[in-house]
């Protein structure tokens, strides 16, 4: 069979040239392929391309955007619904606790409200108000909100309160565990008859409680402390009554009180909602540092100075001076008896203490006057 093949170099001019049909189109063939594989690897590329933007795009989506539910009210004292039940939620979440997370705006919840405007609102007390606001949910959202001012304390667990702003944190590992409004003293003076449980300064060898006629200053002093005591239910002191003390500063304590105004109003210790002292002493440890911050210096450039002298009330009657029935107190269970040194801060933190927890119940105390 005849081919076309290339002229040979000898052949005489106008000869017909024969080669195959292949060799002809070759270059033409070459080409075409090189063509559609660029095509084929542009679009495959495009494909691969938009197909990773879109996957990266809706992870980045997924994981960045937090919804949650607006708040479309602004919330008061004595609403109810499950808008207020998120509100309590997320309030115990990051570390104000309303107590009970029930969808009922009272007096509990109002109190973490409280502690949330003044310390993550930056709303001085003279503004406060009774209301939680879309703005305030808004911010709730945040992480990181609350941080320790003495981060890597010398203890596990701190505690820092800040008498402008009333407020006290738990931190452990400088993580907030509990937040909670507080009142401390309204540093103004005062004389009043007081009831002394033994064991309390002014009736430490005493077998049964006494009154005495006391005056003295409503004082919380600034300075680095540490917890060293602590009793379960009802104590009557020369402050006043107290639940479930834990002693930092000599007869000064935080405690629970029936009434935790929202500025300072008790007689020098540091007055917290009945039901967080519930558990209260069971977050903190012999040993574990307090923070008291006034605005004015740091605590640790006061030191640990005692809260001031009282002195016996001059128009007190000494013959209505009594000894009180051990029956109208409460049965307590000493956990500590170590005295604190307050003129020098601490610089190891003593071993735990080793004495049992008596349950704290439920009871109110019957107050003799607003508390210590």
Known sequence: MDSYSDPPHDAP??????????????????????????????????????????????????????????????LVLGDRGEDVKRMQQRLKDIGFDPNLIDGDFGYQTLQAVWAFQK???????????????????????????????RPNAQTDTHVEVYLPEQVLIVFK???????????????????????????????????????????????????????????????????????????????????GAAQVPIRPASHGCIRI??????????????????????????????????????RPDPNYTTTTSTTVSPSTTATVQQQTTVQQQTTTVPTTVPASATTSTAPATTVAPTTTNPGG
Request: aromatic residues 10%.
């Open 13 to 74: 001019p106008g000869a017909p040239v024969r080669a195959s049909h292949l060799r002809r189109w070759r270059p033409a063939y070459f080409a075409l392929a090189v063509l559609l594989t660029v095509v084929s690897v542009a679009f495959a590329g495009r494909d691969d391309s938009t197909t990773s933007s879109t996957t990266t795009a809706t992870s980045a989506t997924s994981t960045t955007l937090k919804p949650t539910v607006p708040l479309t009210r602004t």
């Open 119 to 149: 310390l993550v609102m930056r709303i001085p007390i003279s503004g406060v108000k009774d209301q939680f606001t879309p703005e305030m949910w808004e911010v709730a959202q945040r992480d990181g909100l609350i941080v320790p001012r």
């Open 173 to 255: 590992q400088d993580k907030p565990t509990l937040v909670t409004h507080i009142s401390s003293g309204d540093t103004k003076p005062w004389c009043e008859e007081v009831t002394i449980d033994p064991g309390e300064d002014g009736n430490l060898n005493g077998k049964e409680p006494i009154k005495k006629g006391i005056c003295g200053e409503s004082v919380t002093p600034a300075g680095l402390f540490y917890f060293y005591n602590r009793r379960s239910g009802t104590r009557e002191s020369k402050l006043g009554t107290m639940w479930n003390p834990v002693y930092f500063n000599g007869g000064v304590a935080v405690h």
């Open 273 to 310: 909602p009945m039901f967080i002292s519930e558990y209260f002493p069971d977050l903190v440890a012999y040993g574990d540092r307090i923070y008291i911050f006034d605005g004015v210096k740091e605590p640790e450039e006061y030191g640990s100075p005692p809260p001031p002298a009282d």
